[in-house]
C-alpha cells in the first residue's frame, strides 16, 4: 500500500502543472484581441491602402465620378439655424441654399435642412442638381435684358460689353459666375432675402431666349 500511494502521488504532481498553461494560452487577452483583428480584417475585406475590398473609388468607374464631380463647382450662399417647436420642445435644424454650377451655361440652386450642417449642405447639393437650368450664353454674355419678379424679390439683368465683368452683387454675382457669364450687368430691386433673390435669379436665367438666325 505504501508502495502505491509512493507512485501515485507524483502522477498528480506532473499532470497538474501541465493544465495550467494550456488555460493560461487559451484566455490570453492578447492572442483574442490579434484573432479578432485578423477575422475582422477577413471578413469585411480590407486591403493593403486601407481601403475596403470592392470599393467604388478604386477602380475606373470611381475615377471618373470624381472627375465628374470635380466638374461641377459649389457655392454656400446661406447657412441658417431654424428651430421646430415640438410637443416635448424644440427642436433645432441647419437650412442650407447652395448654388452649384459648371461655367458652361449650367447652373442650379437647392435648398436642405438636416441635423447639421454637413446633412444640409448634402441635400442642398443632391437638390440642385435635379433642378439645374441652361443658361444661353452669347459672347460670354447674356442675349438680351430681362426683368424677372418673385414674390417681393426683383431681379434686373442686362448684357455688358466684352471686358465689363460681372456687375452684380451678393447671390446673383455667385449664381452668374456659377454659370459662366462674364460680362452682364444687374441690379437686385425689392427684397434682401438671400433665398428669394437667389431663386429669382434662377428664374431671370431661365426667361433668356436666343433668337433663331435660321
Known amino acids: 500500500m505504501s508502495e502505491d500511494k ?13 493544465a495550467s498553461p494550456k488555460v493560461a494560452n487559451t484566455y490570453n487577452p492578447t492572442s483574442g484581441s490579434s484573432a479578432a483583428a485578423t477575422v ?30 470635380d466638374d461641377m463647382e459649389q457655392r454656400i450662399l446661406e447657412i441658417a439655424r431654424v428651430t421646430r417647436v415640438m410637443a416635448g420642445g424644440k427642436r433645432m435644424n441647419f437650412r442650407a441654399c447652395v448654388a452649384i454650377g459648371d461655367k458652361k451655361g449650367n447652373v442650379g440652386v437647392g435648398l436642405g435642412k438636416g441635423a447639421d450642417v454637413t446633412m444640409a449642405v448634402n441635400k442642398a447639393v443632391n437638390r440642385a442638381k435635379k433642378v ?19 414674390g417681393a424679390a426683383r431681379i434686373m439683368l442686362k448684357p455688358a460689353k466684352q471686358g465689363r465683368g460681372v456687375i452684380a452683387g451678393g447671390v446673383t ?13 444687374s441690379k437686385t430691386l425689392g427684397s434682401k432675402n438671400k433665398i428669394n433673390n437667389a431663386r ?8 433668356l431666349r436666343v433668337a433663331d438666325t435660321k
Open 6 to 18: 509512493k507512485n501515485n502521488t507524483p502522477e498528480t504532481a506532473t499532470t497538474t502543472p501541465t
Open 40 to 69: 475582422a480584417k477577413d471578413v469585411y475585406g480590407t486591403d493593403k491602402r486601407g481601403g475596403q475590398a470592392g470599393g467604388r473609388g478604386r477602380g475606373r468607374g470611381g475615377r471618373r465620378d470624381d472627375r465628374s464631380k
Open 132 to 150: 439645374m437650368v441652361k443658361v444661353p450664353i452669347v459672347k460670354e454674355t447674356i442675349p438680351h435684358a430681362v426683368l424677372h419678379k418673385m
Open 173 to 185: 454675382r455667385i449664381i452668374l459666375e456659377l454659370a459662366g457669364v462674364k460680362n452682364v450687368t
Open 200 to 207: 429669382c435669379t434662377i428664374g431671370a436665367l431661365q426667361a
